[in-house]
């Protein structure tokens, strides 16, 4: 993908010169429980919801059931008040301009609880839905990596303080603060601003699950805030057997800057536009609970003893953003003088 | 739908209708306007948080943040204690732009309306949920999706407001890019409806049309409702014909009782050529309601609420917008601009409710328009903004009696109401208006039902 523009990767987010933390100083993962959004659950949602966030978990993946799981997760946002909320969808058959608007939205009205579980549909089926034939593997991780990229610039569109409510100037917003996207992808361009204002956190953190890595091609992996650990329950795994599972990946991750598995050693991680610790573990994923037999006793049991033997995160607090529960620096916001949205005017008042 | 509500208050002796009403009666009691349409006599409100333009006053320390989740949640529940049938979210699929660079005057930004209202149908019981949300930039299955999803989120309370646009300029943003001609919006439209209509009912798509190629099926349960109710705002005859073949709403705004009669006759004949029940199609105009204790506070509030709505700057940039040029240097306290256009269509501001028009014949008008009334550059953008908000003014019993006598016209079956501030803009209406209205018996005392389609009176699908 390029822009029209040259414009700041997601790498400056993090000062370059500063070491990352080794593994050993990374921040615990958060403990996720996966819902599927099927109508059956329609009815217990929302107690179902804040039983897990008594429970001490650190947040709910939404994954597609057939309810739409970004809804999904907004319709939990006022029901809670803590738990991370990250729908789990797909980034190639969509409108990237649609998808970067509904999960900013999700930010704002869950206070900065909102975060994208990154995946890449391969499914002939669903992209028969939008009339669009599926595309081959190397188009595909293309296509989700560029939705990715496009997702952030739109999000980093709108400086956190544009809206400057100016009543001696009569001047609401000012455009000077806001920036195009001007994204020309391979198969869709986006002009941008976004139509919402900077959420909470800025960037949503956006994360890649190791089943959706595959599909989603390493250059979303580079770029990704960091991986997801799933521990699948459907086939009763203890206790014991989750708290190595969890051990060994904490363990396996490499360095931050050196060859991620599979992944290729980046010539200059300044210009490349991958997160700064993209193979850190920040999320360990409950799947395959039979949230009907047993809502909560596996559940609650073994938030607690992951928690006691120090293998992930403390329970969330109200008040404070996913992105610091997953160990992510604050996004700052990046305006590049180019894609400055005033841009016609100040042409206009230079040629005058 | 019958002519009483359960729910209805008691129901003062009915006053007569004044001269103005009988006038425009053209048959009985049961059918003044016209033979195939019974006035149901109710009135159902909505109310549209717009989000963006100047209707929403932004300068007060009383404007809310247009973007917080409190604020949202704060006007739908005022709105939930008036028994308003809907809670309506506009939408905009590009930021406005004025001479190429976003319009900084007006209130700009607001959160996807679907995201929204799954929120907000966690926190409220009754009221209806509303999007807006574009056919031409949007994907049939995808979006039919959105809304069933928020149907069953909300036990059959969602509504879609269909829009539709062929702008090129807003195509910049989507994957399609300008594709669609003026002349085939409606057509592209009602084709989007049909898909969206096959997937609510489970059915298996397979649809090949001139725009797109669609094969999917239909996955989620029906609602409470059945599918959501569709909402559309067609003015024009083509818009009107689309409407009548296709709505469950229309909420155009007719702000004259004139106008809102000439309207019902109009798309009552449209929908039975349709081969609908005119009973099937509710008219709730657009409005915006400025109401005081008296006659004259209400008149004083009037200007009060224009002078906070547009500014100096924002007049001017009004007239830029049809002059197609700089205007700065005119004193917003004077007349006109006595300069030429420098377009011949204006186009250099776009966006939702900015106008497109022949430049040199309006801008002409218009100065004579101002010169006629003796209007500067301020008061006549106010005139003008006014102009196209169907106002409700007067005190709380006057407008209590006018409503009234739309009601029992049968010219509205309700209002879509703009609060003209956020959060607190419906509070008198709720406190002041609403136990007026069912003094008179025109407005229900609870909610008819927990659907959407009960609460306007609409019949079940």
């Known amino acids: ?352 | 739908m019958t002519t009483t509500s359960p729910t209805r208050h008691r129901a003062r002796a009915e006053r007569p209708l004044s001269a103005e009403a009988a006038a425009l009666a053209t048959g009985p009691a049961a059918h003044p306007l016209h033979p195939d349409h019974t006035p149901t006599g109710q009135l159902a409100f909505g109310a549209f948080f717009q989000g963006v333009n100047s209707s929403t006053i932004w300068r007060l320390p009383a404007s809310g943040d247009q973007v917080a989740w409190d604020s949202f949640e704060a006007l739908v529940r005022t709105a939930e204690r008036g028994k308003f049938a809907a809670f309506f979210l506009g939408e905009g699929l590009r930021l406005r732009e004025h001479r190429g660079v976003p319009f900084e005057l007006d209130v700009a930004g607001r959160p996807d309306a679907q995201t929204l209202l799954a929120a907000l149908a966690g926190v409220t019981e009754r009221i209806g949920l509303v999007a807006t949300q574009n056919t031409t930039y949007n994907d049939p299955v995808d979006l039919a999706r959105r809304l069933q999803t928020l149907d069953l989120l909300s036990g059959g309370r969602a509504g879609w407001n269909i829009v539709t646009t062929d702008n090129a300029w807003t195509g910049e943003n989507f994957r399609r890019g300008g594709y669609l001609d003026h002349a085939d919006r409606y057509l592209h439209a009602e084709a989007f409806v049909q898909v969206a209509g096959q997937y609510w009912r489970g059915e298996r798509i397979a649809h090949d049309g001139a725009h797109y190629t669609v094969r999917a099926q239909g996955e989620l349960p029906r609602s409470a409702q059945g599918s959501p109710v569709l909402f559309q705002a067609g003015a024009s005859p083509d818009g009107q014909d689309f409407a009548a073949r296709t709505a469950d709403v229309i909420f155009s705004p007719h702000g004259t009782l004139e106008a809102a009669a000439h309207f019902r006759r109009s798309i009552v004949e449209r929908t039975v050529a349709a081969g609908r029940d005119p009973a099937g199609v509710k008219i709730l105009p657009g409005a915006e309601i400025i109401l005081a204790a008296t006659e004259a506070e209400a008149e004083e509030k009037v200007r009060w609420v224009r002078d906070q709505q547009v500014g100096p700057e924002q007049a001017i940039a009004l007239l830029e917008q049809y002059w197609g040029r700089d205007l700065s240097a005119f004193d917003p306290d004077g007349p006109l601009p006595d300069v030429p256009p420098e377009v011949a269509e204006s186009g250099v501001t776009r966006g939702a409710g900015f106008q497109f028009a022949k430049a040199e014949e309006l801008t002409r008008t218009w100065r004579e328009e101002a010169t006629q009334k003796g209007q500067s550059i301020l008061e006549f953008a106010r005139a003008k903004a006014g102009a196209r908000r169907g106002t409700f003014t007067g005190s709380y019993d006057t407008v209590a009696d006018r409503l009234e006598e739309f009601a029992r016209l049968g010219a509205i079956d309700g209002l879509n109401i703009t609060p003209w501030l956020i959060p607190s803009g419906l509070d008198d209406i709720v406190d002041e208006l609403i136990p007026r209205l069912q003094e008179r018996g025109v407005y229900p005392s609870d909610y008819a039902g927990s659907t959407l389609r009960e609460n306007l009176g609409l019949p079940a699908v």
């Open chain 1, 1 to 352: 993908m390029s822009t029209t523009t040259a414009h700041p990767s997601a790498a400056d987010a993090a000062p370059q010169s500063v070491a990352a933390p080794s593994a050993a100083e990374r921040p615990l993962p958060v403990l996720a429980v996966d819902l599927v959004t099927e109508p059956a659950l329609l009815g217990g949602l929302a107690e179902l919801a804040r039983d897990l966030e008594q429970a001490g978990v650190g947040a709910l993946t939404l994954s597609d059931g057939g309810l739409h799981p970004i809804h999904v997760a907004a319709h939990l946002a006022p029901l809670t008040s803590s738990i991370g909320l990250l729908p789990r969808t797909d980034a190639v058959y969509v409108e990237p301009f649609h998808l970067a608007t509904q999960l900013m939205s999700l930010d704002h009205l869950s206070h900065g609880r909102a975060g994208w579980l990154l995946r890449a549909e391969t499914d002939p089926e669903v992209a028969a839905t939008v009339g669009r034939t599926v595309l081959d593997l190397a188009a595909t991780a293309r296509e989700a990596a560029d939705v990715l990229e496009t997702a952030r610039l739109l999000w980093d569109s709108w400086a956190p303080d544009a809206v400057v409510r100016d009543v001696a100037s009569g001047t609401y917003v000012d455009a000077a603060r806001l920036q195009y996207v001007d994204v020309e992808a391979e198969t869709f361009s986006v002009r941008g601003p976004a139509i919402t204002p900077r959420s909470p956190q800025g960037l949503l953190p956006v994360l890649l699950a190791d089943t959706d890595r595959a599909a989603a091609g390493e250059r979303t992996a580079e770029r990704a805030d960091g991986r997801v650990l799933d521990l699948d329950l459907s086939s009763g795994l203890t206790i014991a057997q989750a708290a190595v599972r969890i051990r060994e990946a904490l363990a396996a991750v490499p360095a931050p800057g050196s060859s991620a598995e599979g992944g290729a050693v980046l010539e200059d991680p300044a210009d490349s536009g991958a997160a700064p610790d993209a193979a850190a573990v920040r999320l360990v994923r409950l799947v395959g609970l039979d949230l009907e037999a047993d809502p909560l006793g596996t559940v609650a049991g073994l938030t607690a003893d992951l928690r006691s033997e120090g293998l992930i995160a403390p329970a969330p607090t109200p008040g404070q953003d996913l992105r610091t529960r997953l160990g992510l620096s604050p996004a700052p916001f990046r305006l590049d003088p180019a894609r400055r949205s005033d841009r016609a005017r100040l042409s206009r008042e230079e040629s005058a």
